[in-house]
């Protein structure tokens, strides 16, 4: 089991990563921390699967019960009702400011359960378990909370960071491959911003699920403690993310995944970065994200895409902040006018 120690403005936490480490990871967490109540937060697909294994482990580490509040699963539910029901399961838990939300799932699961401990009683602690790739490597990891809006993904937000994170490579076995392509999104993304070694790894498929996980996880720990609050460098790892939402919104958050649509933005941005004198990448990264079946055609029009980009949040006043490649592992930040940029889409 490895641990990654990550230090940030109010204290510290352990990430435990590894195969089979949940009831160590568990053990190792409770035996220095004691909450009067618990709530697994959880949803329709991850809980069935898992949540007799979640429940042994947690009685082995000495809790004796916990609360649960299963939601159905899919991005469309990540909405304040959804939240709001959440705030509902705490109540009747009787939670309190020495009570634990642990949040057990995907990115989407992590994101709101996060959200709702960062707001219930002004603050409660989370600890965060990821099931799938893209949010052990990822979304687990800084704090991050949110859910979505009608106009765009992550508008309603908080920073919330973690007592833990616990990211079992066991629970990757029940993922379904598009699931698991869909994490390597992200993955490619770590390597075009930090890392060309295991970019070129990732396309050659050269490496380990282990190492892969592991590395890309130092990577995003690096920034988080580099960058808490996003105000600096932490906005390399929107990269591919600008378009990458778009396509997600455009395609109603049903026909893309998350990393889908991050690979897809990605190569929109490594056009970019050709347009404003940089190196172009577009066929490198390309043909790592076909490695992984992940698509790489977008169809919709330059005026659609940039009716979206117009809300993204970082947007400030007419300018955007666009991370593009000045090269592999060596990323650079633009404001672009939106006029400039419709030209450039559109």
């Not at 099931?131 to 800084?142: N, P």
């Not at 859910?147 to 993922?175: E, S």
């Not at 050659?204 to 996003?230: P, Q, W």
Request: aromatic share 10%.
């Amino acid at each position: 089991m490895e641990r990654i120690n990550v230090t940030h403005s109010t204290g510290e936490y352990t990430i435990y990563a590894g195969e089979g480490i949940l009831g160590d990871a568990l053990g190792d967490f409770f035996a220095a921390n004691r909450y009067d109540r618990i709530c697994v937060v959880s949803d329709s697909n991850v809980w069935p699967l898992h949540g007799e294994t979640l429940t042994a482990a947690l009685s082995a580490a000495g809790v004796s019960a916990a609360d649960v509040n299963v939601f159905p699963a899919g991005e469309t539910s990540k909405c304040i009702s959804t939240v709001v029901k959440m705030y509902e399961t705490f109540t009747k838990a009787s939670l309190t400011r020495h009570s634990l939300v642990i949040a057990f799932g995907g990115g989407v699961c992590g994101d709101m359960a996060g959200f709702a401990a960062a707001t219930y009683l002004r603050g409660i602690d989370v600890v965060q378990i990821p099931t799938t790739l893209l949010s052990q490597i990822d979304s687990s990891i800084g704090g991050k909370t949110g859910v979505d809006l009608a106009a765009g993904k992550n508008l309603v937000g908080a920073f919330k960071q973690p007592r833990a994170v616990i990211a079992d490579a066991d629970f990757l076995k029940t993922l379904p491959q598009r699931y698991l392509n869909d994490g390597m999104g992200e993955a490619i993304k770590y390597g075009c911003i930090a890392d060309p070694e295991l970019f070129y790894a990732i396309g050659a498929k050269t490496i380990g699920m282990g190492d892969i996980i592991a590395r890309c996880m130092k990577i995003k720990a690096k920034y988080v403690m580099e960058d808490e609050f996003e105000k600096g460098v932490r906005i390399h790892l929107n990269f591919g993310h600008t378009f990458g939402h778009a396509v997600e919104k455009l395609g109603g958050y049903k026909r893309y995944s998350h990393g889908e649509a991050v690979g897809i933005g990605m190569l929109i941005a490594a056009q970019l970065s050709w347009r404003f004198g940089y190196p172009l990448y577009y066929k490198e990264i390309k043909n790592t994200l076909e490695a992984w079946s992940l698509p790489t055609v977008n169809d919709y029009s330059g005026s659609d895409m940039m009716k979206v980009v117009a809300s993204d949040k970082k947007r400030v006043g007419d300018e955007i902040s666009l991370v593009l490649l000045e090269d592999l592992g060596k990323p650079v930040v633009h404001k672009v006018p939106i006029y400039q940029l419709i030209e450039l889409i559109v």
